[in-house]
């Protein structure tokens, strides 16, 4: 948590935080209580041997961590700034990279911004989850946020949303005549359009948005997902921590507008249309739609199309259950894709049937590649 004043930060959060769950380090202290002589005789120390013991530092703050099952907070400096230089020296060491799970950055002043580009870099470059927070306020939430939700929960989280989805279609219908559940993927498949993209091209405009994440105008989800961290949990973590920085700061009353404009300019396939009217016509069949975007503006597209009653949409941003998550309208990650995954290596009943659109107008004969993924199956003739 650099940026910031670190004992009155941490002294909020341990007014705030059940401390049986955390436990708060100060780096400069630690320092101090780990090395003879304190910060006075570290001071005298060489630039090698300073970084040896912030290793050592980390390293016992780690143990401490492991022996005592809590939540470790530790507030720090990433550089240190002087009158003399105009760039600031990076202070961080190996054992941090290996050591921290997410990083907080208390936002300052532009003038010194590079550091906030710099640290969040290495997060990317180290699979760190990464958020920058304009106030103190918002701290604790997300302190909470990252102790509680991890991958496993994440799992737990995706059933039991596919449970309500299925326990409100009953409540509409007789479950007893459900038969097959539809799974379509939203962008790129339902539409041409990638929603994400045009989202960010929307608020482009925005300060915090030309700022984020050093993105340089980019859509920062392509940033986010064709760095290392692919798509994994971590991956989709850091594009929830992105979503709601940007809500926090500026789109608190103009985000549901956002979405309209967004889904007002998205086109569904009309194949897709008529495929889902046809659906909600037969009680056997229940669609759901998923995304790893926002719910909001699939939600909009639906109803825009007359489907908005019959089809469900399932989603997958990542909110930390600060401010903006209810504008976000999703707590959890819900990672549907590898749900499916597993279930389907599972359950001998399930089976998945792949419906793909074919712009060259296959005709599918002949065994080829093309054609086993456009039909689901590798015999044609």
């Keep these: 948590m650099p940026g ?3 004992t009155f930060l941490l002294g909020k959060l341990k007014k705030e935080l059940d401390q049986d769950h955390f436990q708060f380090f100060e780096g400069s202290q630690a ?5 003879r002589g304190g910060l006075e005789a570290f001071h005298r120390l060489s630039e090698q041997e300073k970084a040896h013991w912030r ?3 980390m390293h016992s703050i780690r143990d401490q961590c492991i022996a005592s099952g809590r939540a470790v907070v530790v507030a720090g400096h990433f550089m240190f700034w002087s009158e003399e ?4 020296q990076a202070v961080y060491t190996e054992a941090d990279l290996e050591t921290y ?5 208390m936002d300052v002043p532009a003038d010194i911004h590079a550091e906030k580009v710099q640290l969040k870099e290495l997060c990317d470059a180290n699979s760190i989850p990464f958020a920058s927070l304009p106030s103190p306020d918002t701290v604790s939430p997300l302190l909470l946020n990252f102790r509680q939700d991890t991958s496993p929960k994440n799992h737990l989280v995706a059933v039991a949303k596919m449970d309500e989805i299925l326990q409100a279609a009953c409540r509409t219908r007789d479950c007893r005549r459900l038969e097959t559940v539809l799974v379509l993927d939203a962008d790129k498949t339902l539409a041409a359009s990638d929603t994400g993209a045009l989202f960010w091209k929307a608020v482009a405009g925005l300060p915090y948005s030309q700022d984020i994440d050093n993105c340089d105008q980019q859509c920062p989800l392509k940033n986010v997902f064709g760095s290392q961290l692919g798509y994994t949990y971590t991956a989709f973590r850091q594009v929830g ?3 709601e920085r940007l809500v926090t700061a500026e789109l608190e009353k103009a ?3 956002y979405c309209e404009e967004v889904a007002s300019a998205v086109k569904v396939h009309p194949e897709f249309i008529s495929l889902l009217r046809t659906v909600s016509s037969h009680g056997r069949i229940l669609a759901v739609v998923v995304t790893c975007g926002l719910r909001r503006i699939w939600t909009k597209i639906l109803a825009k199309e007359g489907l908005g009653d019959v089809v469900e949409v399932s989603w997958a941003v990542v909110a930390s259950q600060t401010g903006s998550s209810s504008l976000l309208k999703s707590k959890k990650l819900w990672l549907v894709g590898g749900l499916l995954g597993r279930m389907l290596a599972t359950d001998e009943k399930l089976s998945l049937v792949a419906l793909r659109l074919s712009e060259n107008k296959f005709t599918g004969r002949g065994g080829t590649d093309t054609g086993n993924r456009l039909f689901n199956t590798p015999h044609l003739d």
């Design 85 to 88: 230089k105009d760039v600031g």
């Design 31 to 35: 320092i101090e209580d780990l090395l």
């Design 255 to 257: 985000f549901d507008g």
């Design 101 to 105: 799970t997410h990083i907080i950055y």
């Design 241 to 243: 921590l992105i979503y």
């Design 4 to 6: 910031c004043g670190k």
């Design 55 to 57: 290793q050592m530092d």
